[in-house]
């Protein structure tokens, strides 16, 4: 039985250790019900709260956002595992059913935005609504599942970075992580007899800088110069977020081929996007 002395996670530079940090959160009928899948649904359940006060707070109908919240984590869920199954596809197909088994990781959270977006888009326009209005309604909450949904990742000792002795460095028991990276392997670190990874938190990095995108949102949203303004914002905001520190995860996922993160590429296309339609609507001089 591991004690004190060797914690499974550490921060060693502003000296947290968590002497245990279960993947698992309880079991239920003898199935284990993970803090990944706990998280996330968390999040989820935040953000439908979040866009249906906003809804209240506007003169909209809160229902509205509930019956697409019903389809949306539908969509959103194929979407995410889709992404991650198609750009991490030598994971999958010796055993196809795997791709089914979600309780110990492998949603993209680009999957979840494109799913998300589309979904949000053909709902609005089904129901006759202005699609920004509704982008601009939802996004903030979907940005809160990200802050909340990303610590799943922290109990999945997953989507962290290289080596780093700042300030923030974690470590993991390396018997305790799933798949270590060559570069991380040749850094490996002792403590207490027992060996450790000590990596880049890039999920709490993320999951900082959304909070951030989220405040900025909320302070935002009574400026507003017009519909859509909030969502490019978003779009923009993460864009620039993601592509710095996907530059430093070690769980990229990869253009067949090549060794160009997917995920890069696509947040540079959605800051790029942002910013554009911005400066273009605020020209134009489109209001509310």
């Given at each position: 039985?591991?004690?004190?002395?060797?914690?499974?996670?550490?921060?060693?530079?502003?000296?947290?250790?968590?002497?245990?940090?279960?993947?698992?959160?309880?079991?239920?009928?003898?199935?284990?019900?993970?803090?990944?899948?706990?998280?996330?649904?968390?999040?989820?359940?935040?953000?439908?709260?979040?866009?249906?006060?906003?809804?209240?707070?506007?003169?909209?109908?809160?229902?509205?956002?509930?019956?697409?919240?019903?389809?949306?984590?539908?969509?959103?869920?194929?979407?995410?595992?889709?992404?991650?199954?198609?750009?991490?596809?030598?994971?999958?197909?010796?055993?196809?059913?795997?791709?089914?088994?979600?309780?110990?990781?492998?949603?993209?959270?680009?999957?979840?935005?494109?799913?998300?977006?589309?979904?949000?888009?053909?709902?609005?326009?089904?129901?006759?609504?202005?699609?920004?209005?509704?982008?601009?309604?939802?996004?903030?909450g979907l940005v809160i599942g990200q802050v909340i949904g990303r610590f799943g990742n922290f109990f999945n000792r997953e989507a962290f970075g290289g080596y780093t002795d700042g300030l923030f460095a974690m470590r993991y028991l390396a018997d305790q992580v799933s798949f270590i990276p060559y570069e991380v392997e040749q850094t490996?670190?002792?403590?207490?007899?027992?060996?450790?990874?000590?990596?880049?938190?890039?999920?709490?990095?993320?999951?900082?800088?959304?909070?951030?995108?989220?405040?900025?949102?909320?302070?935002?949203?009574?400026?507003?110069?017009?519909?859509?303004?909030?969502?490019?914002?978003?779009?923009?905001?993460?864009?620039?977020?993601?592509?710095?520190?996907?530059?430093?995860?070690?769980?990229?996922?990869?253009?067949?081929?090549?060794?160009?993160?997917?995920?890069?590429?696509?947040?540079?296309?959605?800051?790029?996007?942002?910013?554009?339609?911005?400066?273009?609507?605020?020209?134009?001089?489109?209001?509310?």
């Open positions: 039985m591991e004690s004190i002395s060797t914690p499974d996670v550490m921060f060693p530079n502003i000296g947290i250790q968590i002497a245990n940090l279960p993947r698992a959160a309880f079991s239920l009928f003898g199935i284990s019900v993970y803090w990944y899948g706990l998280l996330i649904t968390l999040g989820v359940l935040c953000g439908i709260l979040y866009a249906t006060r906003e809804a209240k707070r506007t003169g909209q109908n809160p229902n509205l956002y509930m019956d697409f919240s019903i389809v949306a984590i539908i969509t959103s869920i194929i979407g995410a595992r889709i992404y991650f199954v198609i750009f991490s596809w030598h994971l999958y197909r010796d055993n196809l059913m795997s791709i089914f088994n979600l309780r110990l990781g492998g949603l993209a959270i680009y999957g979840v935005i494109i799913a998300a977006v589309l979904t949000a888009y053909f709902f609005a326009k089904f129901k006759k609504l202005d699609f920004f209005v509704f982008a601009d309604t939802a996004v903030p490996i670190v002792t403590f207490a007899r027992a060996r450790y990874i000590q990596v880049h938190p890039t999920f709490l990095y993320e999951a900082f800088g959304c909070l951030l995108i989220f405040i900025g949102l909320n302070l935002y949203k009574s400026r507003k110069k017009f519909n859509g303004e909030l969502f490019f914002i978003y779009l923009a905001g993460y864009g620039i977020l993601r592509a710095f520190i996907e530059g430093i995860r070690t769980d990229q996922l990869l253009l067949w081929g090549t060794s160009i993160a997917v995920s890069q590429i696509l947040s540079v296309i959605a800051a790029v996007f942002g910013i554009s339609m911005i400066i273009y609507c605020r020209k134009k001089g489109l209001k509310q």
